[in-house]
């Protein structure tokens, strides 16, 4: 069987496989301190805000901001926040396959949630301030962060029926 970390942060990588993002996928998935989950997420567009109308570009060959995603991507840990119907993030767990951005970190904080595992870091050096200054934020705040080490390398889902 599963353990419990591997267990959420599956999850949260199986939900990032709902983003049409072309280029990144990102999962979340937010747990209470009794194991439940409260929330799942993915980064997408708003509600209500067509992927026909908006664009997945990362850049634009005009120069123009507004050709591109950023302005109007909810990113996965903030979708998964928004989606507990309310519930209180406080003293939870947040599970994401990418380390959150500085955005996020804000976010993340000011909801109470109080340890972020993470799988990847999109972080190369210090010079990226957005990822120093969620560091710097997260740290601040004492929540406590986590690279998530996998107890198991894959955990394959067969849709074949088990009977057979
Ligand atoms: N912690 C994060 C970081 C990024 N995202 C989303 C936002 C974009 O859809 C994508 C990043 O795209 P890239 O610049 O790598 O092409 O990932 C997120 O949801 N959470
Ligand atoms: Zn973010």
């Not at 989606?83 to 396959?97: D, E, M, R």
């Not at 951005?101 to 870091?121: D, H, M, P, R, T």
Request: glycine share 6%; proline share 5%; aromatic share 10%.
């Amino acid at each position: 069987f599963i353990s419990w970390d591997d267990y959420f942060m599956a999850i949260a990588f199986l939900s990032a496989e709902r983003s049409k993002d072309p280029n990144r996928q990102v999962g979340a998935c937010l747990v209470s301190q009794e194991g439940i989950i409260l929330g799942i997420g993915y980064n997408g567009f708003p509600r209500g805000c067509s992927d026909d109308k908006l664009p997945w570009a990362k850049k634009s060959a005009r120069g123009d901001p507004l050709e591109t995603k950023y302005p109007y991507v909810v990113h996965a840990e903030v979708n998964a926040i928004l989606n507990t119907n309310h519930a209180s993030a406080a003293g939870q767990k947040l599970y994401v396959t990418m380390f959150p951005c500085n955005e996020c970190a804000k976010i993340i904080i000011q909801s109470g949630v109080s340890e972020v595992l993470y799988f990847v870091e999109k972080r190369i050096d210090n010079s990226d301030h957005v990822y120093v200054a969620s560091h710097n934020l997260l740290s601040m705040a004492g929540v406590k962060v986590r690279k998530h080490q996998p107890q198991m390398a894959q955990i394959p889902i067969n849709f074949q029926d088990p009977r057979v």
